[in-house]
Nanobody, 122 residues
């Protein structure tokens, strides 16, 4: 089992920035590719960003490309999502997830956190 706990969400004005963190415990963090997803009210959960085991491979949804950076610190068992130039469409619950096989948008994400709310005011 891997336990994932997100933090760093909150209320931010449009154009602002936030850094989300996801702390992992349980099994060896460096064995898992990680991803960030979000779910806005009334919408399906959608992919935001992913990072491979080493942190070299990264992928992003088109909607955040150029404004978001995913990173990981395997020594701290933590994955981050830095988001800049936020707009109200970024209002959602943000979830981190861990994949034991593959990486990227379509990896098999076995473990999920409880989510952290991000609200972007206009």
């Amino acid at each position: 089992q891997v336990q994932l706990v997100e933090s760093g969400g909150g209320l931010v004005q449009a154009g602002g920035s936030l850094r989300l963190s996801c702390a992992a415990s349980g099994r060896t963090f460096s064995n898992y590719a990680m991803g960030w997803f979000r779910q806005a009210p009334g919408k399906e959960r959608e992919f935001v960003a992913a990072i491979n085991l080493s942190g070299v491979g990264r992928s992003y949804a088109d909607s955040v490309k150029g404004r978001a950076t995913i990173s990981r610190d395997n020594a701290k068992n933590t994955v981050y999502l830095q988001m800049n130039s936020l707009n109200p469409e970024g209002t959602a619950v943000y979830y981190c997830a861990g994949a034991g096989r593959g990486w990227g948008r379509y990896a098999s994400y076995d473990y999920w956190g409880q989510g952290t709310q991000v609200t972007v005011s206009s």
